[in-house]
T-cell receptor, first 115, second 118 residues
Framework: DAGVIQSPRHEVTEMGQEVTLRCKPISGHDYLFWYRQTMMRGLELLIYFNNNVPIDDSGMPEDRFSAKMPNASFSTLKIQPSEPRDSAVYFC?????????????FGPGTRLTVL | AQKVTQAQTEISVVEKEDVTLDCVYETRDTTYYLFWYKQPPSGELVFLIRRNSFDEQNEISGRYSWNFQKSTSSFNFTITASQVVDSAVYFCALSEPVSNFGNEKLTFGTGTRLTIIP
């Protein structure tokens, strides 16, 4: 398996623009997670899905952020409109949720810069 | 609320020295999971270990070892005979079990930046 795939790897946009980050989880994994990493706040869980259903979105910072998982192999995180403070590395992770399993596998991340 | 504290922000050691990274956690759950992840300069997060709260046995994997002590709420990570390739940021994490499976909702510590000096 290719692991968790994220696109794009880098995104530079201007304030006010819509940004869409994409994630393909590992095949067979039932859980998908979106994280944000910044110097100030470290790694934060934004939202996670189980079997394509959002379970907990309490980490989503504002209404400007939204996430969807239309099927088991694809998820998006959208920011509209984007602001400079959204600049961060966004990680997607997936896991099987099995007891004794190896935990969450992370994608390479998308580095977002909002000018 | 869950909390993970990694008090060591940065550590530098000379190659071949042993180094221990500290992790202290807080949780009200009786069942939880602890993790360590490595983030090398390339930026990806690499899973190292997952430990169930009911299993306090120490674990060794090559040059890596982990010491889990519930009495002190600590889950420390030791690298023996460190190598330059060990240079990375290391994160300790705690999961809140949402289902019987565990490992959902990770709370990360702030990380320890480890530099191995050749």
């Amino acid at each position: 398996d290719a692991g968790v795939i994220q696109s794009p790897r880098h995104e530079v946009t201007e304030m006010g623009q819509e940004v869409t980050l994409r994630c393909k989880p590992i095949s067979g994994h039932d859980y998908l997670f979106w994280y944000r990493q910044t110097m100030m706040r470290g790694l934060e869980l934004l939202i996670y899905f189980n079997n394509n259903v959002p379970i907990d979105d309490s980490g989503m910072p504002e209404d400007r952020f939204s996430a969807k998982m239309p099927n088991a192999s694809f998820s998006t995180l959208k920011i509209q409109p984007s602001e400079p403070r959204d600049s961060a590395v966004y990680f997607c992770a997936s896991s099987s949720g099995l007891a004794g399993g190896p935990g969450q596998f992370f994608g390479p991340g998308t580095r977002l810069t909002v000018l | 609320a869950q909390k993970v504290t990694q008090a060591q922000t940065e550590i530098s050691v000379v190659e071949k020295e042993d180094v221990t990274l500290d992790c202290v956690y807080e949780t009200r759950d009786t069942t939880y999971y602890l993790f360590w992840y490595k983030q090398p300069p390339s930026g990806e997060l690499v899973f190292l270990i997952r430990r169930n709260s009911f299993d306090e046995q120490n674990e060794i994997s090559g040059r890596y070892s982990w010491n889990f002590q519930k009495s002190t709420s600590s889950f420390n990570f030791t690298i023996t005979a460190s190598q330059v390739v060990d240079s990375a940021v290391y994160f300790c994490a705690l999961s809140e079990p949402v289902s019987n499976f565990g490992n959902e909702k990770l709370t990360f510590g702030t990380g320890t930046r480890l530099t191995i000096i050749p």
